[in-house]
Nanobody
């Protein structure tokens, strides 16, 4: 199983980025998917998650209204559309997949992780 994250980069405050995470080696539609991030000197934190069917979505409070998690089962890909970016969004962003469709905001519930992609928001 591989999760390949991409799309990070340097953007100014107020800008947008779209992260992608392509999955292989698993039946993507059987897995819930999530995005987490880790800023320098901080612990990894939950950002967004979407259930297997896509019917349920979850966001951490600080990104609600700005970020959108999108899954495309036909392409085995999950996206994180990030708008109105702020310097505090600067972090390495990780995608993850889990067979567990329960508490999908918890990092410990995830079975597979991508390698991370760096997002830097300049002020």
């Amino acid at each position: 199983v591989q999760l390949q994250a991409s799309g990070g980069g340097l953007v100014q405050t107020g800008g947008s980025l779209r992260l992608s995470c392509a999955a292989s080696g698993l039946t993507f539609s059987n897995y819930a998917v999530g995005w987490f991030r880790q800023a320098p000197g901080k612990e990894r934190e939950f950002v967004a998650a979407r259930s297997r069917t896509g019917a349920s979505t979850y966001y951490t409070d600080s990104v609600k209204g700005r970020f959108t998690i999108i899954r495309d089962n036909a392409k085995n890909t999950v996206y994180l559309q990030m708008n109105s970016l702020k310097p505090e969004d600067t972090a390495v962003y990780y995608c993850a997949a889990t067979w567990n469709n329960g508490d999908i905001i918890r990092a410990r519930e995830y079975d597979y992780w991508g390698q991370g992609t760096l997002v830097t928001v300049s002020s």
